[in-house]
């Protein structure tokens, strides 16, 4: 069954707004980790985030993690252009290399 | 130099063929994957390979069959290809965390194999 599962399903922003996407998962985890894919591209690991941690930063992103509601956001600031992508959040359980994937929001930048 | 590669990128083929894809990984990873993302974007694992070991089999029909002769490689096979196993076929990789493996690290994913089955 799918675990993590996004939301909005799409997005469409200006370059230079912020983009904020969520990601809800519905048993105890291990860690939460989010993805980039470009079109017609491989998936790109973004950043990870363990179910001890509740934020985390790499560059312009931003990622919060709340265990009691077995959530999580990743906000892009300053968005770019080169940010068009899609943008999935993968969940673990208790299996070794089983990580649940929603279907993504796609994020539109448009300069 | 590609960190994940596999080959083919594109194949198409008719229903009731026999095809493979191949795959490579140069990051010394001890885990391999396959997952396959259908037309709505949905990524699913298919099979996971610690080390030459098939230790996740999803349930997927036995006309797939993953093969990993070493660590570094996990092709598929897919014996009387349908219409529905039409998709992108995305090989990956990631190293054991050294706690057992019980904790799943990053991912690094391959460019994808788009099948299509006419």
């Known amino acids: 069954s799918q675990q993590g599962e996004e939301d909005p399903q799409a997005l469409s922003i200006q370059e230079g707004e912020n983009a904020t996407m969520n990601c809800s998962y519905k048993t105890s985890i291990n860690n939460l980790q989010w993805y980039r894919q470009n079109s017609g591209r491989g998936l790109v690991h973004l950043i990870l985030i363990r179910s001890n941690e509740r934020e985390k930063h790499s560059g312009r992103l931003r990622v919060t993690l709340d265990t009691s509601k077995k959530s999580s956001s990743l906000l892009i600031t300053a968005s770019r252009a080169a940010d068009t992508a899609s943008y999935f959040c993968?969940?673990?359980?208790?299996?070794?290399?089983?990580?649940?994937f929603g279907a993504g929001t796609q994020v539109v930048v448009t300069p | 130099d590609t960190a994940v590669s596999q080959t083919p990128k594109y194949l198409v083929t008719q229903m009731g063929n026999d095809k493979s894809i191949k795959c490579e990984q140069n990051l010394g990873h001890d885990t391999m994957y396959w997952y396959k993302q259908d037309s709505k974007k949905f990524l699913k694992i298919m099979f996971s390979y610690n080390n030459k070991e098939l230790i996740i089999n999803e349930t997927v029909p036995n006309r797939f069959s993953p093969k990993s002769p070493d660590k570094a490689h996990l092709n598929l096979h897919i014996n009387s290809l349908e219409l529905g196993d039409s998709a992108v076929y995305f090989c990956a990789s990631s190293q054991d965390s050294g706690t057992g493996g019980r904790i799943n690290e990053k991912l690094f994913f391959g460019s994808g194999t788009q099948l299509s089955v006419l």
């Open positions: 993968a969940t673990d359980r208790d299996s070794w290399g089983k990580l649940q």
